[in-house]
């Protein structure tokens, strides 16, 4: 994944932790065959049955018309299609303590995995 797509995606995850969670807290591991990146924030969340839609374009779940807390709702559209596009995935998680864990899933590289 060329490094300005990887900014692209962490910076957008980050101004949402930000903007709705008040802070961000970001880290690395591993999941099985893929590296992980979470970006942590202790907001309101994402109701689960809502964490699909908010993945497509234009979709907010902050209704109102004030852009200083609601966004145009293509933040994690375009997080999506550039992990989408590089083998990866983003995934919405529930944090323990409140608060929401936005997971980039990206694929080791093939030598990294032989070396496993």
């Not at 908010?54 to 559209?77: K, M, Q, T, W, Y």
């Not at 529930?94 to 590289?109: K, S, T, W």
């Amino acid at each position: 994944m060329p490094q300005t797509a990887l900014v692209r995606v962490l910076d957008n995850l980050i101004d949402n932790a930000l903007r709705y969670g008040g802070c961000a807290e970001v880290g690395v591991e591993h999941r099985g065959d893929q590296g992980a990146i979470i970006v942590g924030d202790r907001g309101p969340g994402i109701p689960t049955e809502r964490r699909k839609e908010v993945l497509e374009p234009f979709v907010r779940l902050e209704e109102s018309r004030n852009r200083d807390l609601g966004g145009s709702g293509l933040g994690l559209a375009i997080v999506r299609q550039i992990l989408d596009a590089h083998g990866g995935a983003l995934c919405l998680e529930d944090r323990e303590g409140g608060g929401l864990n936005a997971v980039v899933l990206l694929p080791l590289a093939l030598a990294e995995r032989k070396a496993a």
